[in-house]
């Protein structure tokens, strides 16, 4: 492998960096995710229940003890829980945009290196091929194999680290895109329930419909 980026020259080298620092954003991204993912059911249990008895303090201590954006938003719920149903909602809805914001910090990073690592090959290709064509030329008319090797070799090593590290950057966004959706569906629900629950409304769930008997 570090023949074949040595063959490959400075491009191979900025390609792999960039591969590099998008390996270590996406672990981090992965476990800030993982960590932001609870059981949001009975978080939101737990919480209706501390409610329902008036304590508010332990409810808001909850929320400081659960991490994740599910924990925010119901806080912000509880502390506005005196006002109107309209002024609960738009709490609600401005920490969740601020959320969000959080759990899709430098994601974009992710899907820049995806774009741009093949553009990168793509221009150790032609440089590549400009240094086997000078080869030739200084060569001519006894150009002999091993004077183009060099060139050639760069080219085609610049174009497949460039499509390595673009492939799994790609995989890499869509997965962690995916699990802030999964996320962001949680705090929708969340909110409803705990919006339902303050105006008294009984908090209502989707069940599965029973299949008929033939």
């Known amino acids: ?18 591969g590099l620092a998008a390996l270590i954003l996406f672990l981090e991204r992965l476990l800030s995710l993982h960590r932001a993912r609870i059981k949001s059911e009975d978080f939101i249990a737990g919480i209706c229940n501390n409610l329902r008895r008036g304590n508010v303090t332990e409810a808001l201590a909850i929320c400081d003890d659960t991490p994740g954006p ?4 119901v806080r912000a719920a509880i502390l506005n829980r ?33 774009q741009v690592a093949p553009i990168f090959g793509l221009l150790g290709t032609v440089l590549g091929l400009i240094k086997s064509l000078q080869a030739m030329k200084l060569a001519a008319p006894l150009v002999q194999p091993v004077d183009v090797m060099s060139g050639l070799m760069q080219a085609l090593v610049t174009t497949a680290v460039g499509l390595a ?19 962001v569906i949680d705090m929708e629900r969340s909110a409803s329930d705990l919006i339902a629950f303050m105006a008294g409304t009984p908090i209502v769930r989707d069940e599965p419909v029973p299949e008929k008997d033939e």
């Not at 599910?70 to 938003?73: E, L, M, N, P, Q």
């Not at 002024?87 to 914001?101: M, V, Y």
């Open 1 to 18: 492998m570090f023949e074949l980026l040595r063959q490959g020259g400075l491009i191979a080298w900025i390609i792999m960096g960039c």
């Open 70 to 73: 599910v924990a925010v938003i």
């Open 82 to 114: 005196q006002a109107d149903k309209e002024s609960i909602r738009t709490a609600i809805e401005n920490a969740g945009r601020t959320e969000i914001s959080r759990m899709e910090r430098r994601l974009s990073l992710l899907a820049t290196v995806a």
């Open 165 to 183: 590290v673009a492939a799994p950057c790609y995989i890499a966004f869509s997965f962690l895109v995916g699990k802030v959706e999964k996320i």
